[in-house]
């Protein structure tokens, strides 16, 4: 535990403080196999009508592991939250990046638990290697393989032979 601070509690939570932490790792898993991997400055558990949520700020980092348990995936963000669904919604300065370089850069963005979906109705900007693809609003698979950009624009740089 970092010192100590006074709780504050977030206005957008409808629910009572639980407990608060610093300076946290938690293991994400599902049907006890490990999914990834979640570390934050800070974090709060809130009691809500639905539930638990989890809130986490301070820099966040979550890192997803694919089928053999190798990092997939990071996320990084300055506030997060883990609803009781397990479906993880991240805000402010996020950044995804996958392990083959793929970079995706937004305000908003939410993992689904059930189908590992990504997605954000907020301004995306994507890049690899020699190409950047902006848009409004980006849909897909948390490995960054596969994705949809909505009312995209970019540049790409061709080499000719």
Known sequence: ?????AAK???SVQGNLVQESWNIRIALTQSG???GILEAEHGSEYKTKQGSEYHFDHTVKVMFFDSEALPSIVITAEQAVIHDNLDIDFSGNVVMK???GVVMKTEH?????CDSIVRSD???TISRQEET???EGFEGDQALKRYRI???SGEAFIRQK
Not at 1 to 5: A, E, V
Request: glycine content about 14%; charged content about 30%.
């Open 1 to 5: 535990m970092k010192g100590h601070r």
């Open 133 to 135: 693809i902006r848009g």
């Open 33 to 35: 196999l490990s999914q």
């Open 9 to 11: 509690q977030d206005a």
């Open 150 to 152: 909505f009312r995209g």
């Open 122 to 124: 907020r301004f995306v």
């Open 109 to 113: 963005l939410k993992r689904s638990a």
């Open 98 to 100: 996958s392990g083959d």
